[in-house]
């Protein structure tokens, strides 16, 4: 049972563009969502976050939209760089407790 | 860097053996969590430990065990291993039980099982 999808095993952007990642959620008991980055050979690390009771949040070129109703967020990358590839999770965490669900990760590729 | 640190970071056994892997959170870290990535899968939950109780379990195996120790460090034993135990298996740890839900993780740890 994936709680937590992210349909796009891969992406590709020129340099300077918008990437726009997506994730979807089942569990409506998710009150909160990240996003994570992962370069080769490095764990995940953290990105930006989204409490349940925000539809936006921004930290300069990313920015991330929770659209409840649909139980679907997403990533803008404006403008993207190509330092910016890397494997992108999507994460939800249930009210009790810390623990985070993640998607299967979105590889994007930046080319310039 | 994390301030999470894992070891070994490469590991390679044959079906049947045992391996712990090791995890130091970040200094001040109550929380630990243990991850396993299979090749192309997303991060599975295994469990969590807070101050050295078991806080949360996920989808881990019987085979599999785990434990946090008086210095906050944290083991993962995993037994009888097959070939399809082979994955990275990453800790994260967090200041508390339940905040804001940013986890720090490791580089991870790499088991190979031939």
């Known amino acids: 049972d994936q709680q937590v999808k992210q349909n796009s095993p891969s992406l590709s952007v020129q340099e300077g563009r918008i990437s726009i990642l997506n994730c979807d959620y089942t569990?409506?008991?998710?009150?909160?969502f990240l996003w994570y980055k992962k370069y080769p050979a490095e764990g995940p690390t953290f990105l930006i976050s989204i409490s349940s009771i925000k539809d936006k949040n921004e930290d300069g070129r990313f920015t991330v939209f929770l659209n409840k109703s649909a139980k679907h967020l997403s990533l803008h990358i404006v403008p993207s760089q190509p330092g910016d590839s890397a494997v992108y999770f999507c994460a939800a965490r249930r009210s009790a407790g810390n623990m985070l669900t993640f998607g299967g990760g979105t590889r994007l590729m930046v080319k310039p | 860097d994390s301030g999470v640190t894992q070891t070994p970071k490469h590991l390679i056994t044959a079906t049947g053996q045992r391996v712990t892997l090791r995890c130091s959170p970040r200094?001040?870290?109550?929380?630990v969590y243990w991850y396993q990535q299979s090749l192309d899968q997303g991060l599975q939950f295994l469990i969590q430990?807070?101050?050295?109780?078991?806080?949360a379990k996920g989808n881990i195996l019987e085979r599999f065990s785990a434990q946090q120790f008086p210095d906050l460090h944290s083991e993962l034993n995993l037994s009888s291993l097959e070939l399809g135990d082979s994955a990275l298996y990453f800790c994260?740890?967090?200041?508390?039980?339940?905040?804001?839900?940013?986890?720090?993780f490791g580089e991870g740890s790499r088991l190979t099982v031939l």
């Open positions: 200094s001040g870290d109550l929380s």
């Open positions: 430990y807070y101050n050295g109780e078991e806080r």
């Open positions: 569990n409506s008991m998710f009150d909160y």
């Open positions: 994260a740890s967090s200041v508390g039980a339940g905040s804001t839900g940013e986890l720090f």
